[in-house]
């Protein structure tokens, strides 16, 4: 989105064809086609995820594997640097791509900028390979953009860094993609929803989401709201686990997985809920949300908001005013945070106004001017 919103001709991307951990094709080709800025592609931007048990592995797996792998990535972008005149690099993934950074910026002068969204850094790491350098790469940054308040604080705090190295752009929301709209009467039959009180979590399904303990309420809930049903939207590890959930729980009629949906479909399921909900929570390895795209892309929807008292979800779930945050290890105050808002017509309108007002001053375009400052600044810099 940062791309999209800025001024034409003045950001290119390096993205990849295939997704690292899975090795799954990403439907790329139409996404690039209409994105209106230059995107140039390779298959990988890393090799594949293969944790090491060893130091012995993790030296064969560097020689035979990671190695070529790197080679390919550093040609390819020293051939955009030098054919494009490019003067600043963004790293979007501190922990596998930073060194690229680094090796640019001593044999070709470039700026780097490291992205942080949280994750990256509030995870500690076992990987040997991975991660152990991400001190380093921060200090070594030009600039450092922080996603959040409480992602900004984390880097202080965990890498002693200073205030005014870090740049604070929260998140954003594309405004002219998620909107109100007209409600999705196909997606109804599509789920077999017809008359339903309709629950979402959108996103990857990780332990940190909160699926589990959503599942978990939903027998209290079902007691105020009988006609409740959950609708859990994305792909990931933790699936088998929720799924075995459902069956404990004795749930399957009130629970939809949906798998990974097209991205053009996804506005039409924000509309399609009354709730968006993602019970976000820090994990015991410090894994936690950075900030929550998704709940501002929920309530640009005119949809409000369930989010969890953990890391930078608070700063895009103001309770009580969009949405309401809950102690998400606690599967009753998430039921009754879902109850109260079913059942209090008044707070649901508020929250929904509110969320309206809130995601619309946190609009895209605003993140990209602040990028784009950040940019020149730093360009100006160099010269």
Same mark, same amino acid.
């Given at each position: ?14 993205? !990849?064809?295939? &997704? ?13 086609? +209409?994105? =209106?800025? *230059? ?44 054919? +494009? ?32 969204? =949280? ?8 990987? #040997?390979?991975?991660? *152990?350098?991400? =001190? ?12 959040? *308040? ?6 202080? +705090? ?36 017809? =008359? ?38 994305g792909i990931g590890p933790y699936e088998d686990r929720l799924k075995q959930l459902v069956n404990d729980y004795n749930l399957n009629d009130y629970v ?18 009354? #709730?968006?909900?993602? $019970? ?19 309530? $640009?929807?005119?949809? !409000? ?16 005013? +969009? ?7 606690? !599967? ?32 895209? &375009? ?10 020149l600044k730093i360009s100006n810099e160099k010269q």
């Amino acid at each position: 989105m940062l791309c999209k919103h800025s001024p034409e001709s003045s950001i290119m991307v390096l993205a !990849p064809k295939r &997704h690292c951990a899975t090795n799954e094709r990403l439907d790329w080709e139409a996404y690039d086609s +209409n994105s =209106g800025f *230059k995107i140039f592609r390779l298959s990988l931007l890393r090799p594949l995820v293969i944790e090491s048990k060893s130091k012995l592995q993790s030296l064969l797996l560097t020689l035979f594997y990671d190695l070529p792998q790197r080679i390919k990535i550093f040609a390819y972008t020293s051939w955009l640097i030098k054919k +494009n005149d490019i003067d600043i690099i963004c790293i979007g993934e501190l922990n596998s791509l930073s060194w690229i950074g680094r090796i640019c910026k001593l044999l070709y002068g470039t700026k780097i900028i490291s992205y942080i969204h =949280g994750e990256e850094v509030t995870t500690e790491t076992n990987y #040997i390979r991975y991660g *152990k350098n991400r =001190g380093h790469y921060l200090r070594n940054s030009d600039a450092i953009v922080a996603v959040s *308040k409480f992602t900004k604080q984390y880097l202080i +705090n965990r890498f002693n860094l200073q205030d005014s190295d870090i740049t604070l752009i929260p998140n954003g929301v594309d405004l002219n993609k998620f909107n109100p709209g007209i409600f999705p009467s196909d997606l109804i039959k599509r789920y077999c929803l017809t =008359g339903k009180f309709i629950l979402i979590t959108v996103g990857r399904l990780v332990p940190r989401k909160g699926m589990d303990n959503t599942i978990k309420a939903l027998p209290i809930i079902i007691k105020s709201v009988p006609n409740v049903h959950y609708l859990i939207i994305g792909i990931g590890p933790y699936e088998d686990r929720l799924k075995q959930l459902v069956n404990d729980y004795n749930l399957n009629d009130y629970v939809t997985f949906t798998g990974r949906i097209d991205e053009s479909e996804l506005v039409d399921h924000y509309r399609l809920c009354d #709730i968006f909900i993602m $019970a976000n929570r820090t994990m015991p390895d410090g894994d936690t949300e950075g900030f929550g795209l998704v709940f501002l892309e929920a309530n $640009a929807c005119a949809k !409000p908001v369930i989010g969890g008292k953990a890391g930078g979800a608070v700063e895009a779930v103001k309770d009580g005013y +969009n949405g309401l945050s809950v102690d998400a290890y606690k !599967p009753d105050e998430i039921a009754n945070a879902v109850v109260s808002i079913y059942s209090d017509n008044k707070l649901r309108t508020k929250l929904i106004t509110n969320g309206l007002d809130f995601s619309n001053r946190s609009s895209f &375009h605003n993140c990209a001017s602040l990028f784009n400052d950040l940019c020149l600044k730093i360009s100006n810099e160099k010269q």
